[in-house]
């Protein structure tokens, strides 16, 4: 069964500080990694997407990795500020002959920027 | 920012009545999706449509219907609502999938239902 694993669930750091948030997922054949940033009651929101091929995207402050051999990947926020206060979650897609394109969500990792 | 947009952003109503939750897209993607989101918890896909005429329940069970009959627009309905019902139902769009394929997301419908 496809599954997409987050850590931690949530996380509270000081405004100005970096953060590293997890995903590791069982999802095949692998197509794509996205992380979105999903702020409460709002739809989420792309911040970078990643190939097989591709071992690293940044987005502003954030950075993503992807190791495809170890199926993890990591969004790095680099100098956290208090807007970066949402939800972060990892979906990843599966190549799929039909379906809805086979993408399944991690439940997210909350983080709260404190002042 | 996407051009993806819902109606209402809140509703509260009573169980038994009927609802209708609007999406509309105007970036003429053919493939659209209900997603059905718990305080805290994994978007769930309850629908998706690969375009006009074509519907599909998704991997959790829903009470809920939806249509397509204009790629633009892919409403979703429950014929009676029951508290069981409150949740925030979130719809998406994307363009056939390539391997960069981005699904864009409404802002999202928070049901509440008494």
């Known amino acids: 069964k496809n599954q997409v694993e987050q850590s931690p669930q949530s996380l509270i750091i000081l405004e100005g500080k970096n953060c590293t948030l997890q995903c590791n997922y069982t999802v095949s054949p692998f197509s794509n990694l996205r992380w979105y940033k999903q702020d409460t009651g709002r739809g989420p929101v792309s911040l970078t997407i990643m190939t097989f091929s591709e071992n690293t995207k940044s987005n502003g402050r954030y950075t993503a990795t992807l190791d495809a051999d170890t199926k993890q990947s990591s969004l790095h926020i680099t100098a956290s500020q208090l807007s970066d206060s949402a939800s972060y979650i990892c979906?990843?897609?599966?190549?799929?002959?039909?379906?809805?394109?086979?993408?399944?969500f991690g439940k997210g990792t909350h983080l709260i920027i404190q002042p | 920012e996407a051009d993806i947009y819902q109606t209402p952003r809140y509703l509260v109503i009573g169980t038994g009545k009927k609802i209708t939750l609007e999406c509309s897209q105007t970036m003429g993607h053919d493939k659209m999706y209900w997603y059905q989101q718990d305080p805290g918890m994994e978007l769930h896909l309850i629908h998706y449509s690969y375009g006009v005429n074509s519907t599909e329940k998704g991997d959790l069970s829903s009470e809920s219907t939806v249509s397509r009959i204009r790629t633009e627009h892919f409403p979703l309905t429950l014929e009676s609502a029951r508290p069981s019902h409150t949740s925030q139902y979130l719809c998406a769009s994307s363009e056939v999938q390539s391997m960069n394929t981005e699904a864009f997301f409404g802002q999202g419908t928070r049901l509440t239902v008494v």
């Open positions: 979906v990843v897609s599966a190549v799929s002959g039909g379906g809805a394109d086979g993408l399944t």
